[in-house]
């Protein structure tokens, strides 16, 4: 009886741990424990860290380095930016007519190099 009461038990709570996995969707539907997030470009749930590009914190504070990531609509005239300091939400940057510039509020996003680019911030470079 003792058998069958430990086993239920144990049934029951790997049951209800069970449900809870994963149970921290968004409104979107992303699982944030599994690293998805909600992309406004792409209209689907998308991980930061898969993205082709990515930028690297210029000047870190403390000893760690965060990481933003950018996604561009099909006719680039959006970038979507995902960086740490923003509370989760992205940053949608648009681009004003064929410049290759895209701008909001204190925020924009410039082609560095061959195929790279900087964030910058009230024109200081926070990301490249």
């Known amino acids: 009886m003792k058998k069958t009461i430990l086993l239920s038990a144990i049934f029951l709570g790997s049951f209800?741990?069970?449900q809870t996995v994963g149970g921290d969707r968004d409104a979107h539907g992303c699982i944030g424990s599994a690293g998805y997030t909600?992309?406004?470009i792409k209209k689907d749930c998308v991980r930061v860290f898969e993205q082709k590009i990515k930028l690297t914190e210029v000047a870190p504070k403390?000893?760690?380095t965060s990481m933003a990531a950018v996604i561009f609509s099909k006719?680039?005239?959006k970038a979507e930016v995902f960086v740490p300091d923003t509370d989760g939400e992205s940053l949608i940057l648009s681009r004003q007519g064929k410049g290759k510039v895209w701008k909001k509020d204190d925020y924009a996003l410039v082609p560095f190099k061959k195929n790279g680019y900087q964030l910058k911030k009230?024109?200081?470079v926070i990301y490249q």
């Open 16 to 18: 209800t741990f069970a």
């Open 38 to 40: 909600y992309s406004q």
């Open 62 to 64: 403390g000893s760690s």
């Open 75 to 77: 006719d680039m005239k």
């Open 122 to 124: 009230d024109n200081v």
